[in-house]
């Protein structure tokens, strides 16, 4: 139950992309936001067909943030295609990736009202939104106040445990109050404040926490690592991905561990 993102490295076509990913020994695959890359909004038959050729699994399909002009196609795009390959999590950036204090309510309510008008997309396609942790301040302020009025039923959280080690190591504060509604994770190691991204080990993230409060709720979906060549140790796509496919392993032992 590993799963990595296409967002691994750019360069790399996607048909090239998901060959590579077979190879390494992944079942999933998530879809990420780079839809010129992906060709989810404008060629989505294409994507599936490639996803069935090399038999993969999708997992999650990642969505826009919630104050793109486009947010509600755009979702509802990603929503329509999640259905089609059989992936039952769509994530949404709450807002921009870092925001002042003063711009909290103004993103809250932005999200929100997105919210409210997906909900009958979720139940069309029984598929549930994870709102990201982005920067641990004024981004996770949004993300706090819209899952303590959100309905679980259709919204949880996408737990990213490097973004919220930024200018770290911190208290895993996030998790301990809201473990209980994540639905989706993102995985990978940070290095220092702006490097990060990169295969768990390389940098100083304890994942041990996050692994036991995962048991603790019975998680039980696949733990996508989401990594990029741009930092990492290894530059060679191929060689990053056999070795996050077996860091992703180790953590997943670990997980069972705690069960």
Do not use: W
Request: with cysteine; proline share 4%; net charge negative.
């Amino acid at each position: 139950m590993i799963s990595i993102s296409t967002c691994f490295n750019y360069n790399v076509p996607l048909h090239k992309q998901l060959e590579m990913i077979k190879n390494a020994r992944f079942e999933y695959v998530s879809i990420s936001s780079n839809y010129s890359h992906n060709g989810l909004l404008d060629n989505p038959d294409r994507l599936i067909n490639l996803i069935d050729k090399y038999n993969l699994k999708v997992d999650t399909i990642h969505g826009c943030a919630a104050n793109n002009p486009e947010a509600f196609s755009i979702l509802k795009k990603c929503s329509e295609v999640a259905d089609r390959l059989g992936a039952s999590v769509v994530v949404i950036h709450p807002c921009d990736f870092f925001i002042t204090k003063d711009k909290v309510e103004l993103k809250y309510e932005v999200l929100m009202n997105l919210c409210e008008k997906l909900i009958p997309i979720a139940k069309t396609y029984n598929i549930k939104y994870a709102i990201e942790n982005l920067h641990p301040d004024g981004a996770t302020d949004v993300l706090k106040m819209a899952l303590d009025k959100l309905d679980t039923n259709y919204f949880g959280m996408c737990y990213d445990i490097t973004h919220a080690q930024i200018d770290g190591p911190r208290k895993c504060n996030l998790i301990e109050s809201y473990g209980d509604k994540i639905i989706s994770v993102h995985i990978s190691d940070r290095i220092r404040e702006f490097v990060d991204h990169v295969v768990p080990g390389e940098g100083f993230i304890d994942f041990d926490y996050m692994l036991k409060k995962l048991a603790e709720i019975g998680y039980d979906k696949p733990l996508l690592m989401e990594v990029l060549t741009e930092h990492t140790f290894y530059k060679e796509p191929e060689q990053l991905l056999c070795m996050t496919y077996k860091s992703g392993l180790k953590l997943e032992q670990k997980l069972e561990g705690y069960r």
